[in-house]
């Protein structure tokens, strides 16, 4: 009875993710912006390019949204390069998700890493340098980490100064996320002016208030609005010992105030020999192709070397050994005129940036996944 009623549910959920499929299908494909290559070559004919989208979604059971960014509309590419975001989030999952049994209690890991209050937490009590809690905002209150105090919205805002970041505890993306400046009478949201009422809208609830970061002067020659981070990836060996995968650099642009790809950020590979970012930084499908330069600082890409990157590389090697619940993981890495700080842990770090940008392959993520040493 067991055995049919899994069989059941895999078959609800493939036409569920078929229909999904569809839908996202119909979506992208009368979307113009999505609809443009990224790189050089004679390109495939747009009935190619429907028959490819349609049977990745057939075989994979969803739509291939980084089909350009991958380069798969350019002749003889070769889509079985590289890995679906159902088959790697199955393998990454399995791993990272997997239950322990101790003593008659089940659990799992994924706290650590999904709460950002927690992680924040959990990282300075080992002396791992994080960015610092200041408040939470619960219940319709402020709690103050310093004084241990509660205190309501007016209280907060009257008697509160400095420059604070804030985000939801357990939010994705960074769509929620916003600077947020308090001055004399003055209150600024993503460096404009604001009020009272539209920061408590902006927040709703569980909303974590941190120090904002200072970034390094190199970092921030790049684009000042936004903290731009590392994404870097560690995981475990046959023998537990932690290595990094890929990394790629995230920086804010056109004004905007948050450095994620799905915000309309941009990504840059790195070698992880040395810290120099590649050659072209890639912008999310639907918000642009690639570009040698930053558009708003009109940094070269190219070389470009990033400060601290040997301490960056040993921080997270270090980290990811006291989270050791937890197979694979994406940080987020900010570099100060200090060094690094770890500002997030993500087990469920997705695939498609280090394919983007062209250090992972399929079987490059298989071996990351279930490494064969």
């Known amino acids: 009875m067991r055995i049919f009623r899994d069989l059941i549910r895999r078959i609800y959920c493939s036409i569920f993710a078929l229909i999904g499929g569809v839908k996202e299908f119909r979506y992208y494909w009368r979307n113009k912006a999505w609809f443009v290559s990224y790189f050089p070559g004679e390109k495939k004919s747009k009935i190619v390019i429907f028959f490819d989208l349609l049977l990745w979604l057939i075989k994979n059971r969803e739509f291939n949204k980084f089909y350009f960014s991958y380069g798969l509309n350019i002749k003889n590419s070769n889509m079985n390069m590289f890995c679906s975001y159902r088959e790697f989030r199955e393998k990454r999952d399995s791993k990272n998700q997997k239950k322990v049994s101790q003593k008659g209690t089940t659990f799992n890991y994924l706290a650590l890493t999904r709460d950002k209050f ?30 241990g105090q509660y205190m309501t919205c007016t209280e907060f805002f009257d008697n509160v100064k400095g420059q604070f970041f804030c985000k939801e505890m357990s939010g994705e993306g960074g ?124 940094i070269k890409f190219e070389n470009y070397q990033l400060p601290y990157w040997e301490e960056v590389m040993e921080q997270v090697i270090n980290a990811h050994q006291f989270f050791y619940g937890l197979f ?21 770090w997705e695939v498609s940036m280090p394919q983007a940008v062209g250090q992972l392959n399929r079987n490059d993520v298989i071996e990351v996944l279930c490494p064969s040493k």
């Open 328 to 348: 694979s993981i994406g940080w987020d890495v900010a570099i100060t005129n200090e060094g690094p700080i770890l500002i997030e842990a993500n087990e469920d």
């Open 118 to 147: 927690v992680f924040s937490q959990y990282l300075n009590s080992l002396k791992i340098p994080t960015v610092n809690n200041k408040f939470i905002f619960k219940n319709e209150r402020f709690m103050s980490f310093e004084t």
């Open 175 to 298: 769509q929620e996320a916003f600077s947020l400046t308090l001055n004399k009478n003055r209150i600024i949201i993503d460096g404009k002016e604001s009020t009272k009422d539209e920061v408590i809208k902006k927040i709703g609830e569980d909303f974590l208030v941190q120090e904002l970061i200072q970034q390094h002067d190199k970092v921030n020659a790049i684009h000042s609005k936004s903290v731009n981070t590392v994404r870097i990836v560690t995981s475990k060996r046959k023998d537990g010992t932690i290595f990094v995968s890929n990394a790629q650099f995230r920086c804010g642009a056109n004004g905007s105030t948050i450095d994620n790809w799905w915000a309309g950020g941009m990504i840059v590979g790195i070698n992880l020999d040395n810290g120099q970012l590649s050659e072209y930084g890639f912008y999310k499908p639907g918000y642009g192709t690639k570009a040698k330069i930053h558009p708003n600082s009109k």
